[in-house]
Structure formats: C-alpha cells, structure tokens
C-alpha cells in the first residue's frame, strides 16, 4: 500500500487565489513527521513546512500552512494568496519513527501552475 | 538555513564513461549523507545513504559496483557513475543531514549519450 498518496498529480489556480494540495499517509507509528517541498523547474528541493505527530496545532509558515488532520491521516497543505512564483511541483514525504530516522517516504508530487 | 552544494550541476558524458558528483555541506557537518535519483515527472527515488567514515548502504535493485559512493568527510560525499549508459540518464540530487531535517543540494543532471 501507498505510504504516501497525493492524488492530483496537476492543478491550474489562478493567481492570488488559495490552493490546497492534498497528501493522505499511512503509518501505523505512533511517532512521525509530516513534510512539504517544493521543487521549481531548476531542479532544487525547497523545504516547505513541517508537522509532527504531536504537535497539537497545525503548522504555519508565512503563506503555507499545513492542515493536519491525524484521524483522518491528511496533510494538506494550503497556500494562501498564490504568486505565480510558487508554480513548481510540490513534494509531501513522510519520516517514520523518532526524529532520528532521517529517511523521508515520498509522495508521488502534484505539478501546481499558477495562471495570471 | 544550511546550505548544500553539488558538483556539477548539469553533465553529458559518453557511453562507457564514468563521472563523478559531488555534494558539499558548506556550512555545517554531515555524518549521513543520501543519494536520490528522479527521473522527469517523478518522485525521488532514494539510491542509498552515505556514512562519513563506513561504506554505504544502498537500497534494494540499486547496484553498488554502479554507483560508487565515497563520504571521505564529514563535509563531502561523491557519487561515481562508472561505466554510464544512456539509461542512467537522470536528475541526482544529495541531501545533507541538519539538526532535524534533511538539506538538499541543487542537483546534477547526467545525460549519458
């Protein structure tokens, strides 16, 4: 079974709108964390936003913010007031366990383009 | 935040040829290191992870002899692709250890002709 899933693999948003990218997980470790990159034509991984299994509030940096709804295993991220700046592939990864454990498990990406 | 740097970023090399990538921390020190690869429109596919000091581990279908991986510092790892074929052709992108998180490098883009 899929760890990671994001099921849109593309979307069009229209500038200055909010987009949400989905990512449902599958981990039966009570101790994980939650990742989003973003990765422009270029080729770079941009670190996004992170969410641990114990956080108690949803994670939030600048525009991003990471919707974690642990019943329901989703981490979306939502960005707000889209820039066209921020049309790339976008990357949701899981890291199992303690902190420790550096591997990421990686979603299959969505490609986000943002018309003006 | 930290920074890491691959050599080189883009690279065509011959058929039968070997080249090496390499990846730097520039500004902190990287006991683990990991090696992906992604090939266009997919996810990163991790190769293997690079210990400072011990040989690699790689990841299962990925052939050792193939991809040689040297972690001769706490700050430099190198990936060798010996005798390069046009399937090898891909995007190679490092990542470096921090405090909690993974740093990537830029990536190197082989084309093996």
């Known amino acids: 079974a899929q760890k990671i899933t994001q099921t849109q693999p593309g979307m069009f948003v229209q500038e200055k709108e909010a987009v949400t990218l989905d990512c449902t997980y599958d981990?039966?470790?009570?101790?994980?964390?939650l990742f989003w990159y973003k990765q422009p034509s270029s080729g770079e991984m941009i670190f996004l936003i992170y969410?641990?299994?114990?956080d108690q509030q949803n994670a939030t940096e600048g525009r991003y913010s990471l919707n974690f709804q642990k019943a329901r295993k989703s981490a979306n991220l939502v960005i707000s007031a889209s820039q066209l700046g921020d049309s790339a592939m976008y990357f949701c990864a899981m890291r199992e366990g303690p902190r420790s454990n550096y591997q990421l498990i990686w979603g299959a990406g969505t490609k986000l383009i943002i018309k003006p | 935040g930290a920074v890491v740097s691959q050599h080189p970023s883009w690279v065509i090399c011959k058929s039968g040829t070997s080249v090496k990538i390499e990846c730097r921390s520039l500004d902190f020190q990287a006991t683990t290191m990991f090696w992906y690869r992604q090939f266009p429109k997919q996810s990163l596919m991790l190769m293997a992870t690079s210990n400072e000091g011990s040989k690699a581990t790689y990841e299962q279908g990925v052939e050792k002899d193939k991809f040689l991986i040297n972690h001769a510092s706490l700050t430099l790892s190198t990936l060798t692709v010996t005798s390069a074929h046009p399937e090898d052709s891909s995007f190679y992108i490092c990542?470096?250890?921090?405090?909690?998180?993974?740093?990537f490098g830029p990536g190197t883009r082989l084309t093996v002709t």
């Open positions: 969410q641990g299994s114990y």
């Open positions: 990542s470096a250890i921090g405090t909690y998180e993974q740093y």
């Open positions: 981990t039966s470790d009570p101790s994980y964390g």
